[in-house]
């Protein structure tokens, strides 16, 4: 049988499994991944939303995984698209398509080691990350602080977790409080860490050192790839899904920053040696320094810079001398995180001093911390070229990859142009939808330019007749915080004789605001970045997606104007490589959020004028989804009246529910799926159970087996049994009163 017609059963057997139907693009970007795996050539795959592009590529992952015994690796940017690969997508795959491979395949989730507990800073094998952290004070001021009631759930929820996932926790907790349970990679102790058998990341990465299928994200690949960790088995096959993120994922993972308190916590740390007090007596002469400097890019180091770092790093390198253990001695949590903190500070001195080439130093100002100097590479493209295209297929996809109606831009990002690129393959399998049937993308043209100052009446008068012919029912995407603040008020002043509910973007946690707002059609949701990719509500309760300005980068961001500096000086044009780009992948993402399904209907308005008038305008609007275009006003609030007369009643939202001990949904609790475990849960005791011993489990349950026999047939502890029966809702009938008391 040819390998396309086996590839064909393998998709029609997955999305029988899924409970889906078959999409022609599906199979086209399917059958593009196989082959591109086959020439081990790379691809970038354009996916408009409704393609079902998750599926189309872990199938052939997973056949070639199985094929080879080489894992796949599956990056993604966002924690929702992990969530549904892991939890949802994954296991009705695997179920579907284990008859067709002879055995169910297999996948775990990896995560960078500060995302889980660390059982060794929980039993105090580590000092408090911050000594201002109220578990070093009094009892009762531990009960009144926001701070002293997160530790205390963090180590409530540690006695019941079983993957130790920060991402498990529901509600979550601040990043402070999360430090006060987690190390950073340069913390750990590793293999010397006295409760190493019980770690959480050796567990998690052990299961996955045997699966087919690894699931990650952005920076976890990129600091594996860069570093040189190898915390991924070996692999020939990666998938980076949202690869429109990549560059900025990869951009924010080798940043650097350094503060004056940043030096001051580790000389702190470091103790009381001479090399640490030296250290400490330099942040006064970094905070000076850094205090004479403007916010913005520095064109060259000024000297009082230079010597303040030079005096920080020299310091730096005589107080790791100072700490570090004798040969042959190990060091302990406190000498290790004293150490890690005392590098960090040595390297980005001695990074900002170096003044490599495409290195940009830029200062910025923070209400709290003070003066912060930052240091980060003007591209990346030559490392992503060097360090993740080399020696394994690459498959980036996403719906916003063809900017201007061409891959070139975001394949100049990656490394992917120019002399010595890999050879690569670009697809666009296109969209289910019929997007000029759907949707109207309407540019008020008769408005002003916007100006600097903020949005005028004019706007808002517009905004106001669209969200009022709408009923609600409006999604609106803002440049900055402050424009959606504005607005928000304004429309709740406008709309107030109207049942219209206007909510803004840090009125309360976003998954809360979202879910409000697709159950609700006379709700509207404004906001900022998070809103522009991340939001998927389909069915009536959006018809109106609101963009109040073309999204550039700002003009004094450091990076953005070191890169549009450095290609024109190369000739090219810096403002349409850069800040058009940027734009143009904003608004295809933003545009995006309107229609989600076949029966969607709606209009995106934008109220910049620029849209249609500037010379950028053809290379953004070829950037959109092929909506019918239009000006006419009054066609528009004419449609979105009736729209809103017609509209169905809202898709039905799941509200959270009860989660198990390893974070997917109970069985019976709203959003549970009825399929095969999520891996984050096969962990019990730090042992890794597999679907062999799990059937044994049910067969002795059906089979009326005692604990102990059970135990002893499989060969592990009584309460490890009894753990995992608790897990898969499975109890030993002359047992069942030892199984309450173990798991309670």
Partial sequence: MPPTAELDDLIAAAVGGVGGSERPGQLQMAQAVERAVEREEHLLVQAGTGTGKSLAYLVPAIAHAVRTGKPAVVATATLALQAQIVDRDLPR??????????????????????????????????????????????????????????????????????????????????????????????????????????????????????????????????????????????????????????????????????????????????????????????????????????????????????????????????????????????????????????QDVFDTSERVLGEAELDVVWITQDQRRGSILRVAPMSVAMMVRDKIFQERTVVLTSATLELGGTFDAVAGTIGLRGPGAPAWEGLDVGSPFDYPAQAIAYVAAHLPPPGRDGAGPGVFDEMEQLVRAAGGRTLGLFSSRRAAEAAAEEMRSRLSDTDITIRCQGDDQLPTLVREFASDPSACLFGTLSLWQGVDVPGSACQLVLVDRIPFPRPDDPLTSARTEAIGRMGGNGFMAVSATHAALRLAQGAGRLIRRGDDRGVVAFLDSRMISARYAGFLQRSLPPFWPTTDTQLVLGALRRLDETAPDPVPVAEPGARGLGGAPLVGSPGAVPVARSPRTAVTGGHAWTDEQDEELRDGVDSGVGLTELADHLGLAPDLVTARLTQLGLELEEAGEATRSASA
């Fill in 93 to 342: 795959i695997s179920e579907a398509l284990a008859p067709l491979l002879g055995r169910r395949p297999t996948f775990a989730l990896v995560k960078g080691r500060s995302n889980y507990l660390c059982q060794h800073k929980l039993v105090g094998g580590f000092p408090d990350d911050d000594e201002d952290a109220l578990l070093a004070m009094g009892q009762v001021d531990r009960e009144r602080s926001r701070l002293g009631d997160e530790v205390t759930r963090l180590r409530d929820w540690a006695e019941l977790t079983e993957s130790g996932d920060r991402d498990e926790l529901v509600p979550g907790v601040s990043n402070r409080a999360w430090r006060q349970v987690s190390v950073t990679a340069h913390e750990c102790l590793g293999s010397r860490c006295p409760v190493v058998s019980d770690c959480f990341v050796e567990r998690s990465r052990e299961a996955a050192g045997e699966v087919d299928v690894i699931v990650t994200n952005h920076s976890f690949m990129a600091i594996d790839a860069f570093e040189g960790r190898f915390m991924l088995p070996e692999h020939d096959l990666l998938v980076v899904d949202e690869a429109h993120e990549l560059t900025d994922r990869v951009t924010s993972t080798i940043t650097d920053e350094l503060t004056a308190s940043t030096v001051s916590v580790a000389a702190r740390r470091a103790g009381r040696g001479e090399a640490a007090e030296r250290l400490a007596e330099t942040t006064e002469l970094l905070e000076a320094a850094l205090a004479d400097l403007p916010e913005g890019k520095l064109a060259a180091l000024p000297d009082r810079l230079v010597t303040a770092l030079q005096l920080v790093r020299d310091a730096a390198r005589a107080t790791l001398s100072e700490i570090r253990p004798e040969k042959g001695a190990e060091a302990d949590g406190s000498t290790q995180v004293a150490m890690a903190a005392v």
